[in-house]
Each structure stands twice: as structure tokens, then as C-alpha cells.
DNA sequence: CTCAAAAAATAAACATCGTTCAGTAAATTA
DNA sequence: TAATTTACTGAACGATGTTTATTTTTTGAG
């Protein structure tokens, strides 16, 4: 008699559903301008149903969130077998500005806006973020190893290098480049990443 | 018989109080956390009363958004005087900040706040926002003819330094160095600067 | 297989949003 | 003072997120 195990499956297949749509629908309309009856229609049930597997419209930002944190902190391990001190690092603020780029809800929510939902707030989750801050200057410490950035603090050159990727992702993020074709952008920012990375 | 005088004037205050109200609000709580009807009561009218003065919620923010930027571009003028080049972008810089940091509701809604795309767009006033870049420009033209930024794209350069004093000014005022004391932040922050004109 | 209880889904209703508009009050003019 | 113009209001509209009462579907004991 696995009902119970079916229901079950039924109940999470329907959360993943609705998590789908809302995150196609986020990242392609914003946040504010998707409505709950916009994902209901995408799932083709009425916007009630909606409310038996999420508390609110927030509840799904704050799952999608959740696993866009996760997705920020593994982008920025993978980059770490790479050998070259200022390669390394120049990957590392690539794999940042394109997660930005990739899910710019996430992250809005995780470094941009200003009143980050309830939930988030108090959430475990920023430790993760400052996870990746100690990943940054782990990877400064070793370049400094290597001979680069000769008497510069590493707190001072955290900052700037997180400053730098924050600004390119954050006018991204928040439209303050649209004046620029896509196609130009991206060949733009590794430029930009390179401008960095070979100043030490 | 100056009636025709005070009717105009009595228009423009009721404006100004209207703007400065929304600024106040945009700012503590966010474009879309903030409602006609906020703006209303603060001032002390009638939510129909701020249709006779402005279009509608977007073509107030777009006037903010005018004002913030005659500012911002008289201060990045006031720093055009200094000789040395490296010296001027990093005032250049500094001034930038500056100006985040003394009217962060200003910066907020230039450069971070999500806008009502239509009205700004086509904006010319966004041109006021473009002289801006077109100083930073020059200021590091002028900086490459003294030697410094050698083999560097004049375009890349623009972009990377734009976007790490718009990255420093988006953390600051989005409140994400609320860590760091303020009597830490600004020695950061200008040895941030100079860890950035040191590079080259 | 039947059918009442439980679960799932829905449609309608609610409060609030930006915006509009018909109507009222105030100021101006003749 | 009376008429007209101007300033303002408050109710209404369609759309939003959310809640509720109701209907439909599924379940499992007799």
C-alpha cells in the first residue's frame, strides 16, 4: 500500500512544478511583475492550489533563493582546482558576475535590495556568503604567495576586488547597462576582469 | 495683482512637497514599497490630488531621478582643477562616493533603485548621466598620455573603474558594510582608491 | 462495489495597489 | 454678489496577493 509514498511524490512533483515556473517566470519578468495567477496559469491550475503548497509568494522566492545560494557557493568552489595564483582568481570573479548574470533574482535578493524578505533576514544562509568572502581572500592570500600584490593588505584588496565584482554585477542586475548589446557585454566584463587581474 | 505669480509658486511648493516626500519614502522603503497613497497622507492630501501635479508614480521618480543627476555632475566637475592625472582620478573617485554617501537616496534612485524602464529610457536626461562618463574618460585619456594605463582599452578602463566606485557605492548604501564601523569605512575605502590608481 | 469521510482543487470574495473621474469646495473674476 | 475657473476630494475601476466557502476527486472500510 505505498499511497502515502505516492502522495508524497505527487505533493513534492507538484512544489517542483510551481518552483519551475516561478523561477522561469522570476528571471524572465522580475520578481514584482509576475503574478501568483501568471504561475498558476503556467501550471494549469487555479491560483488557490498555489496556497496549498506555499505559505505566500514569498515562500517560493525564498526556496528558489535557497537553492541559488547553494548554486552561488558551488560556482565559486569550481574554480578552485585551477592552479595560477591570478588565474584563479580572474575565474573567480567570472563564475561570481555570471551567477549574477544567470539568476539575476537571486541576486538581487542576496546583495542588492534593501529589504530582503522576513525569512532571509535571520536566514543561516548569509554565512554562506561569507563563506565565499573567506574563499576570496584565501585566493588573494595565495597569490600574494606567489609574488603578486606586493604590499597591498589583504583586507584592502578584498574589499576592492568584491567592490569590482559587486559593481559590474549590481549595474547588471539593476539595468544600468542595457545601453549595451549583449553581445558586447560579456567580451566587455572579461576585458574588465583582465583590466584587474593583470594590474599586480 | 501678482495672483497669476502665486498661483505659480503655490504650484511648485505643492511639488516640492511632493517630491520630497517620495524621495523620503523611495528611499526608506523602496519604489515599490511605497504607495500612492503614502506619498498622499505624508503630505497631507488626497491620493487624487498628486495626479494634478504629476502623470503618474513613474514620472515622479523620473524627476528624482533628474535632479540627482544635475548634482552628481556638478561635483564631478569640481574636481576637474587638479593637474596631476592619477591624482584627479582619484579624486575623481573619491568625489563619486562622496556623493553615494552623502545622498544616498539620491544614488539609490540614479543608479541602484529599479526604475520605470519607459520613462528613463528615452530619456535625454540619462545624457546628463553620460557627460559624467565622458569626464571619467577623458580624465584617464589624459592619464594615458602621461604614461599610465599602458595597452589598456580606453573603453575597458572606463567601465572597470565606473563599476568599482558604483560597487562601493552600492554596498554602502545598500547597507551591506553595516559590519564595518564607520569610523573604518572611509580609510577602506580610500585605500581602496589607491589600491586601485596604484595598479597602474 | 458502495458510499461517507478526507483530501485536493476551485471560484468567489477581500483588502490594497495605481489610476481615473464625477462631483464638491474654494478662489478668482466680472 | 453671481458666475466661472481652479483645486481638491472620495468613490470607483481593474489588477494584485491572499483567504474562504464550496465543489470535485480520491480513499478505504463495510
Redesign the interface.
Known amino acids: 500500500m505505498g499511497v502515502k509514498e505516492r502522495k508524497e511524490r505527487q505533493k513534492t512533483e507538484m512544489r517542483e512544478a510551481i518552483l519551475s515556473a516561478a523561477l522561469k517566470l522570476f528571471s524572465d519578468e522580475?520578481y514584482?511583475n509576475v503574478t501568483m495567477r501568471k504561475i498558476a496559469d503556467k501550471i494549469e491550475y487555479s491560483v488557490g492550489t498555489i496556497y496549498l503548497y506555499f505559505k505566500d509568494k514569498g515562500e517560493i522566492f525564498y526556496e528558489l533563493h535557497n537553492r541559488g545560494f547553494a548554486e552561488f557557493y558551488k560556482r565559486q568552489l569550481s574554480v578552485q582546482h585551477i592552479k595560477d595564483p591570478i588565474e584563479r582568481l580572474k575565474a573567480h570573479g567570472e563564475a561570481y558576475i555570471q551567477f549574477a548574470m544567470e539568476y539575476p533574482e537571486y541576486y538581487d535578493v542576496m546583495?542588492?535590495?534593501?529589504?530582503p524578505a522576513k525569512e532571509i533576514k535571520k536566514s543561516e544562509h548569509w554565512e554562506e556568503g561569507e563563506r565565499t568572502y573567506e574563499i576570496l581572500k584565501l585566493n588573494i592570500k595565495q597569490a600574494m604567495e606567489a609574488g603578486y600584490f606586493k604590499d597591498?593588505?589583504l583586507?584592502?584588496?578584498a574589499?576592492?576586488l568584491?567592490?569590482?565584482?559587486?559593481?559590474?554585477s549590481?549595474?547588471f542586475v539593476?539595468?544600468?547597462l542595457?545601453m549595451l548589446p549583449t553581445e558586447f557585454l560579456k567580451p566587455?566584463i572579461n576585458?574588465?576582469l583582465?583590466?584587474?587581474s593583470r594590474?599586480?
Open positions: 522580475g514584482d546583495f542588492i535590495s534593501r529589504t597591498v593588505d583586507e584592502v584588496a574589499f576592492s568584491w567592490s569590482f565584482v559587486h559593481g559590474i549590481a549595474l539593476r539595468e544600468r542595457s566587455l576585458r574588465a583582465e583590466f584587474l594590474a599586480y
